[in-house]
């Protein structure tokens, strides 16, 4: 699929293209008017068509972006949609899911305890059997626990939790809600840490409160400073217990940030925005967001539909990456303006060079080949550019 500006591109050809042909008619028959011989009137025109071979403007846009698509892939970035880095230039504020794109996501029991008269250990079997077999961080480490149960019909409701039977019980696994110990349930929240809270409910009743931690991912300092850096702002928006996402937050310097947000609030956040935003998660909770995002960027590690609903797959899940592509997005669609302009300036001075009479055939074919030349190097001088954002001298 064309990008937006190669179709640009195309549609100024269909119009350059007659002009130039007019142009280079006009050139003859104005040269025979004036009395110059048959064959110099026949050498402009025949300049006129070579000098306006639209190569450089042809591949001004390809160009750039199969140096930029190269470099990103060397950076553990799939580029799925070219024109994807058209939008990214023009981003002005990211969005961070928390668990998996910021932390680790390698969530581990910190604590729990059993409600409503359960045990702990029951209320653990429990939950262990309902979440296995589901890819959440969450589940993953709930069903490390051992259980000698086995639970059926287990669905999964996103941003919400899973649910299944258990020992003849419909047992949930879910963010924390309201049940018929409320009370209960709410001391336990008073007193438990800035963590991931899940709630074990059955029958209405809240049977259990585990706890969960992860850590900071390597290179989340880097990117949430690399992106301020740039001017761009930063929010975290998180399904996960507010206070857990606080403490994140602050840990990273992140001044705008939500927890307990579920999808559909993270849709109509995103629907609301007036600037051009770039939405990084990487679990089924986050499809929808990153579909409605300006720019969805997904990490390797997650949901397979997360990664289809996103325009960037970061593979090596290094959240440092979001920040360098937005940067190369930045230096592609500069490079391509440059590109473009370097063309079409070629062909504003050297036709009326060429009608004129002043240059030869060969001579024009030999400034269109440096024309296409000069495209090729100066896209080319994004790898250059690459190399000095390593070390820190360009952004």
Known sequence: RKTQLGSLVDRISRVFVPIVIVIAIGTFLVWTMLGASADFAVSAAIAVLVIACPCALGIAVPMSLVVATGLGTKKSLVIRNPDSLRLAAKVSRVIFDKTGTLTDGQLRVVNSRGLGGVGTATMLAYAAAVEHGSNHPVSKAISKLSSQFTATEVSEQAGVGLTGQVDGKWVSVERPGSYENQQELDEALANAGPNTLVVVAWEGWAHGLIELSDDI??????????????????????????????????????????????????????????????????????????????????????????????????????????????????????????????????????????????????????????????????????????????KGVAK
Do not use: C
């Open 217 to 390: 991912r390597e290179g989340a300092q880097y990117a949430v400073n690399g992106l301020q850096s740039m001017g761009i702002e930063v929010e975290l928006l998180s399904g996960d217990h507010p206070a857990r996402v606080e403490v994140i937050a602050q840990q990273l310097g992140i001044t705008n940030f939500r927890g307990g947000v579920t999808p559909e609030q993270k849709l109509d956040l995103l629907h609301s925005a007036e600037q051009v935003s770039a939405m990084v998660g990487d679990g089924i909770n986050d499809v929808a967001a990153l579909a409605r995002a300006d720019i969805g960027i997904a990490m390797g590690s997650g949901a397979h539909a997360a990664q289809a609903a996103s325009a960037i797959t970061i593979l090596d899940d290094n959240p440092r990456n979001v920040a360098y592509a937005l940067s190369l997005a930045k230096r592609t669609h500069r490079n391509i303006w440059q590109n473009l302009g370097w063309a079409f300036g070629y062909n504003l001075v050297l036709i009326p060079v060429a009608a004129l009479g002043l240059l030869n055939p060969m001579l024009a074919g030999a400034a269109m080949a440096f024309s296409s030349v000069s495209v090729v190097v100066n896209s080319q001088r994004l790898k250059w550019q690459d190399i000095q954002v390593h």
